[in-house]
Structure formats: C-alpha cells, structure tokens
C-alpha cells in the first residue's frame, strides 16, 4: 500500500510535468484524493491479497484495469463536488506512468522474492528440449519454483537455432555433448510427441549421461490431471509401444455393453486392467472374483471411485476351482461372458511350488469350463501366455494344460453354435505386471544396482497391459469356439538391451570393462529353471488374419476327451496325496513336448 500511494503521488506530479499543466490550486486536490482513492480501489479489488512471488503477466492487466476504475471513480469524485478536473492528456498520463511504474514494481518484487528464496537452495542446471510453447511455460514455471536453473534450449527447428527465449539462447540438439559437463537434467518439453519421435529423441540424447524427464501429455495437463511441471522419469514402457493402432469400436462394445460380465483374477494385473476398461464399455453388471483380499480391494476401491452408477458392480471373495461358488455366482448374477485370467503366473514360484501351482491353474480352469457348460453361459474367454508353447517350466506345463482343456470343451461344443463359446487369446510378456523385469530393474538401479540378468542373450517380447487388454476384448467379440488368437506383440527385445537403456534414462553410466567407473553394473546369473532364451506364440507356423491388424488366430490340435479326463482325474487325487513325482509323470503325458528333468 505505501510503495503504491508512493507511486500514485508522483505519478499524478510527473503527470502535470510532462503535460505542461501547472498544479495550481485548482488542481491541488488530485494529490491526497488519488492516494485515497487509489488505495481503496485497489484494496477492494482484493490488490493486496495476491501472493508477489507468483506474479504472471496477466497481472498487468488486471492492474490495468483497476487503474481504469480508480481514475473513472476520480472523474466521479470531481463531478459529485464541483472540483476542477485536469485536461484529458493529464489523465492519461496519470493512467499510463500509474500502470507502468505499479507493473514494474510487481515484477522487481516478484523478482527479489524469488531471488532470496533461491540463495540457500541448491539448483539443478538443466536444459530444455523443446523452444515451443510447452518449453517457455516450463522455464517459467521453474523459475518460479527455484530448484532449477535453466542454461539452455533445445531444439531441431534451424528457425529457431540461435534465438532465445526470456534471454535463455535456443542451440541444436547436435551441441548438446559439448555442453553435458554444465548441465544434471535434461527436460523433454514436447507434450505431442509422437512415439517414433520420441524414441529418436530419446536414443540421441541418452548417451550423454545426463537424467532425462519428460513433462506429462498433452492430454493429462488438458484434462487437469497434471500440471506442466510435474517431471517424471522417460518410462521404458512408453519406449518400447508402438504407435497406437485404434480399436474397432463395434468389436469393444458389441460384446460387452450390456452384458452380465465375470472377470475371474480381477486382482491380477490383466484381471486389474479387463476390469478397469470393461466397466467403462458399459456393461449391464461386472462381478469381480479373486482368492488375493488385499488385490480384490484395491481394484474394488479403484472402481468403486469412478462412481458409474449405471453398472451394478461387485466384488466377490473366492477360489475359482470351488464349482459350488463358481455356478452360484454364474446363475445368481447371469454371467454372459466369462474373462479367466486366474492363475499362478510366476516362473520361479511356480517352479518351487509345483502342487499349488498345477493345483490352481488346471483346476480352476476346468471348473470354469465345466459350470459354464452346464449352465450354457455365452463365452469363457481364458488368458494363456507364450510359456504354454513348448513349455520348459512347470507353470508353462500348466497353463498348456490348461488350453488343452479349454480346447477339450470347445470341440465337444462347436457342432452347436447356441452352445458356451470356448476360446484363447495368447500373448507374452506385459510392461509393468508384477514380477516382470521392469519394475525389478527399476528398484535394482534405485539400490545402486547391480541389475541382475538372468542371461545376456534372453529375448522377449513385450506389450503394455492396456494395449494387451483392449486387444483380448475385442479378440473375445470375434471368438467363434476352439481358437487360439495370438496377439502381435511387435519386435522381440534383448533384455541385456533393455536393462542398459534403462540405466541411461535413469542418469547412471553402465559399468563394464570398458568403463570400471561406471555407476551400476549388469550382473548374469544364469538362467533359472524351465527358463527359455526365446519364447514363441505359436505350437504350428500357420496363423491367420482377423478384421483387426494385431489380433492372428490360429487352430492347434487337440487332445482325445476320454485321456484328457482320465488323465486330470488321475493328477488331481496325486496332487491331493503330494505325490509329485507321479503328478509330473501324469502331466508330461498329457503335454509330451515338457520335458521335465525331474522325473
């Protein structure tokens, strides 16, 4: 309030100044009735209760208009008692010296504060890839932050080259490495980026061994979920996707809106991931089961938050392998289509705990196949994985008994098409689920490392789980009884590779006998049992196209019924007697191609 009184009076006395007008005694009480006046415009008009350190540009032009209304309530003033009022060109001088000088001491305010709150701080030098919009409202936004100091901008635009935003001097991406000693971060700044480009982007400057963050998309700041500056880490998983292929629509709605949907695993990652996108397809009910409490409750609580009313959804506790439970809830909530994504999935666990984990994945399926039989529901869709092909591991045994059996019940109802659908999508690897390499390399690079690597010619293939998911579902619309639909799961990827770039993007040089001083090194310690170096999708070579691009089916053999059964009656009373060693010689009867060096 004083620094603006102080402004108004000499405002008003340079005003008279410039416009050769003497401040004669008819003009005296301008003076004290502007400062008044001023003060309680601008107190009134909440001036004073903005915090000085924020201050944008937009703030001048709410200045400007209040210097506006204090002057028209001056104009006012002199009318309403008699008072003389200066010429026109004196109040526009008074206007434009009052809006210039109260702007400019906003801004050496704002500036001061920020300068003084960023003495004891420690800043990081960081340059920003990306001269456009989105990289000038970074730089501002961290200069109101005051944790970081930009040097410089980046960009491949040669208009641009040379040019400098709020004084900060835009150069080639090609310049960076001559510059990487000055600088900790580099910031991506470019919200649309393609994916292409962004991985073009991201393989030039990885090297340098400088942290690499990125801002959010442009649709989470649009939306409101984030704002410009909330850094994050490159993800490996938004490296390894491939642009977005877009869904047939009619092939996602038209088998489940307004239908009675079971997703059984729904804790799972897949099982997180069908729940979360079928309830916004708009399905008539979605019943949720799974034998994990705490899994069931947070996908439970995930989609009891998104408050779709129009969806009677619930969640049960239970074991699928259970055919009283199973048949109970198909009937109470008549269940159309059925989405079996339980099972015990971990290679290594699995491999310690055979019983359990032939136990659950087997039985659980052919309770699932046998209630829906009975009853006819419409679909049971099963999630396999490309570790039933040829397996080398005893969950891969498992889950390839479990197709046979899922094939058994399609074949016994192909000939009548009113009959329970019975079909398989299988994929490999998914970004992210838990127990896959990402998220175990990250908290290895976050200890220090070393990133333990199984073998340095291990090859997968990789998919993000919502693309993975949304191509199960429409792979469900299209399935007729009896096929395996195979997910095109784009270019296989070393995971020696994959563990390297990660240690790039995290800001960390790769230790080796190149370079002893690097910060984490990459440790092989063997492969572990029933562990492949390759994995494949397919039992035969042939596969064929369906309407959508990344969805294949395929028509593997069977297995005669009458041994199939005979088979899984024989391993389930061995699995309830423990007898692992006829357990296993009863499986690789049924799946010859596993050969299990424990028999």
Same mark, same amino acid.
């Given at each position: ?181 000055? $600088?900790?971060? +580099? /910031? ?7 994916? #292409? @480009?962004? !991985?073009?982007?991201?393989? =030039? %400057? ?106 009677? $959804?619930?969640? +049960? /506790? ?7 439970? #199973? @048949?109970? !809830?198909?009937?109470?909530? =008549? %269940? ?128 993000? %789980? ?134």
């Amino acid at each position: 309030m004083l620094i603006d009184g102080l402004i108004i009076f000499f405002s008003v006395l340079a005003s008279f100044s410039l416009g050769f007008e003497d401040l004669t005694n008819n003009y005296y009480w301008i003076l004290n009735k502007s400062i008044f006046l001023g003060i309680f415009i601008f107190f009134i008009t909440k001036q004073y209760t903005g915090l000085s350190r924020y201050n944008q540009s937009k703030d001048v032009f709410i200045i400007l208009f209040r210097n506006i209304l204090f002057l028209l309530n001056l104009y006012i003033y002199s009318k309403l008692f008699g008072l003389t009022f200066p010429p026109l060109r004196i109040f526009i001088l008074i206007f434009i010296l009052n809006s210039v000088f109260i702007s400019f001491s906003r801004i050496i305010i704002s500036t001061t504060i920020n300068y003084v709150k960023s003495l004891n701080r420690k800043k990081k030098n960081v340059i920003i890839y990306g001269a456009g919009e989105a990289g000038a409202q970074l730089s501002a936004s961290l200069n109101i932050n005051g944790n970081y100091n930009v040097i410089n901008f980046v960009d491949d635009d040669i208009n641009l080259i040379g040019r400098t935003i709020n004084g900060i001097k835009i150069i080639n991406s090609d310049n960076i490495g001559k510059i990487k000693k000055e $600088f900790d971060q +580099i /910031l991506i700044a470019i919200p649309s980026l393609s994916i #292409i @480009k962004r !991985i073009e982007i991201i393989n =030039k %400057i990885q090297n340098y061994g400088n942290e690499v963050l990125q801002i959010p998309s442009i649709d989470e700041i649009k939306s409101g979920k984030a704002k410009i500056d909330n850094l994050s880490p490159i993800s490996i998983e938004s490296l390894m996707r491939r642009e977005s292929v877009k869904p047939i629509k009619e092939l996602l709605f038209r088998g489940i809106q307004d239908k009675s949907v079971c997703v059984i695993g729904a804790g799972g990652s897949i099982g997180k991931e069908l729940s979360r996108q079928i309830i916004l397809l708009k399905p008539k009910r979605l019943i949720l089961i799974d034998l994990s409490e705490s899994s069931l409750y947070e996908i439970n609580d995930e989609i009891s938050n998104l408050n779709i009313s129009s969806t009677n $959804f619930r969640s +049960i /506790l239970g074991n699928a392998i259970d055919e009283k439970f #199973i @048949k109970e !809830i198909f009937l109470k909530y =008549k %269940i159309n289509i059925v989405f079996h994504a339980a099972a015990y999935k971990h290679v290594p666990i699995v491999e310690d705990n055979p019983i359990e984990g032939i136990y659950n994945n087997v039985f659980s399926t052919f309770s699932i196949c046998s209630v829906a039989k009975a009853i006819n529901i419409e679909k049971v869709i099963f999630i396999s994985t490309d570790k039933a092909v040829r397996p080398t591991n005893v969950m891969g045994a498992s889950k390839r008994l479990s197709e046979l059996i899922v094939q058994n019940f399609a074949s016994q109802n192909n000939s009548n098409p009113k009959l329970t659908t019975f079909s398989m999508v299988r994929f490999g690897n998914v970004l992210g689920s838990s127990g896959s390499v990402v998220p175990k390399f990250k908290e290895q690079i976050k200890k220090g490392g070393p990133i333990t690597l199984t073998h340095p010619e291990v090859v997968r293939y990789f998919m993000t %789980i919502p693309e993975a998911v949304q191509l199960v579902i429409q792979a469900s619309e299209m399935a007729k009884g009896g096929e395996v639909f195979l997910l095109d799961m784009g270019k296989p990827v070393k995971i020696k590779d994959l563990a390297e770039q990660m240690i790039k993007l995290s800001g960390f040089s790769l230790k080796n006998k190149f370079n002893p001083n690097g910060d984490i090194e990459i440790v092989n310690i063997g492969l572990r049992p029933g562990e492949k170096l390759y994995e494949e999708l397919t039992i035969s070579t042939k596969s064929e196209k369906t309407m959508h691009k990344l969805i294949f089916k395929t028509y593997e053999s069977g297995i005669d019924s009458d041994k199939l059964l005979s088979n899984l009656k024989k391993i389930k009373e061995y699995l309830k007697k423990r007898n692992l060693k006829l357990v296993f010689m009863t499986l690789s009867t049924l799946v010859p191609e596993w050969k299990n060096p424990r028999i």
